[in-house]
């Protein structure tokens, strides 16, 4: 590591992302572990991408955003959350939901400051809050296995440890719900403990939204905090078209907030990357604005997604895995405790073995701990089925193959 690095990345390496594709790809193993459809998204946007690629100026776009398209996201969140926005004062055009996130930490942290985090989480958070000097004070999602995580029928949090790691104070509250890496939905219940939490220390919620329409349970229970009562001015909410339209390589994310939270989000923003390309956003902004086109697609998602983790759960059943399955997103838990007769095995040696050995790759998520160590014995991977059936059907065989073999070598 070069000694002229900055000290505050000092605790950061390649993201397990890049590690486990990388990995996937000298194994020739099926990648269930990067969270990216492995299929086009929806070809009207395609379409409509490419014709403004052609058509429009192809320069710098508003650093706010093209206004065609803070008008649809001010819409669509609108149509979500019942919550109005204005799209000139209340809407940013980031560089996907990454920049949205180091913008909106950036803009609310100051040395020292501390950041409550629910772990395992996100990546970008640490490094975001790192940059910032602020402090990340953890909160943990307690695996189904624990009494706490059984109790909430999934991964739990232990409201008590919640209740005293905000007590010391905090500025910046980081929710990421349906959350990654474990698919968990925060209920009603929860966000009301978690909103009153925030607004008795007058502090900022991010909210990581994402994965919004990828839920695969009653949807009454799926409750932005934004339009719990009060919470307006309290809430920065970012989501993004990666997940919403499928496509991670667009780049383009979208954040919502009060104006006077905006104005601290868009300097950090404009100072960044001032703004991000124009004709992809004006692509989306020409099928978001069309209602019936994009009320059909975003309703045909969930079933589409549900199909597929319902196979993917079924086949890693099969193989000896017991799954948790995702509340919302992308991604499923499988826990291999029964293939390691409930030794602690690293997962990050598991999900190794098992590239090796079966060609399938997960992710491990004790690198998703940053404020505290990870549990000694988590014995969970992430696996994600935002994949082609014939990519999930590959990965079906191989394990059920590795199975049969005996497993793994432990
Ligand atoms: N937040 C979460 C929880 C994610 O899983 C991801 C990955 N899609 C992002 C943010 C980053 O989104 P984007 O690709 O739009 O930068
Ligand atoms: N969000 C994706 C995931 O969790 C990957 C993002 C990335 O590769 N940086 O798998």
Known sequence: MSMKMAKRWAPFGTSIFTEMTQLAHAHEAVNLAQGFPDFPGPEDVLKQVAHETLHCHNQYAPAIGE???????????????????????????????????????????????????????????????????????????????????????????????????????????????????????????????????????????????????????????????????????????????????????????????????????????????????????RGLATMMSDISWVSSYLQSLPAQYAKKQDFLEESLKQAGFAVQRAQGSYFLMASYDSHVQGAAVRDTEFAKQLIRDARVAAIPPSVFYYGSEAPRRLNWLRFAFCKTDLTLQKASERLLEWARGGGPKV
């Open 67 to 281: 206004s065609s398209l803070r008008q649809a996201v001010s819409a669509l969140v609108k149509e979500k959350t019942g919550i109005e926005y204005c799209p000139n004062e209340e809407v940013t055009i980031t560089t996907g939901a990454t920049e949205a996130i180091y913008s909106v930490v950036n803009a609310f942290v100051n040395p020292g400051d501390r950041v409550i985090v629910f772990e395992p989480c996100y990546d970008s958070y640490a490094q975001a809050i790192a940059n910032a000097g602020g402090v990340l004070v953890p909160v943990r999602l307690h695996s189904p296995e624990t009494p706490v995580g059984l109790a909430s029928r999934g991964w739990g949090v232990d409201w008590n440890e919640f209740r005293a790691s905000v007590a010391g104070g905090f500025k910046l509250m980081i929710l990421n719900s349906p959350h990654n890496p474990t698919g968990k939905i925060f209920t009603r219940n929860e966000l009301e403990i978690i909103c009153e939490a925030v607004k008795g220390h007058d502090a900022v919620l991010m909210c990581d939204e994402v994965y919004e329409y990828l839920v695969y349970q009653n949807l009454d229970e799926l409750a932005s905090p934004v339009a719990m009562p009060g919470m307006r001015d309290f809430v920065v909410r970012i989501s993004s078209s990666a997940k919403t339209f499928g496509f991670t390589g667009f780049k383009v994310g979208w954040v919502t907030a009060s104006a006077s939270l905006m104005r601290a989000v868009r300097l950090v923003h404009q100072g960044i990357v001032f703004c991000t390309n124009p004709a992809t956003q």
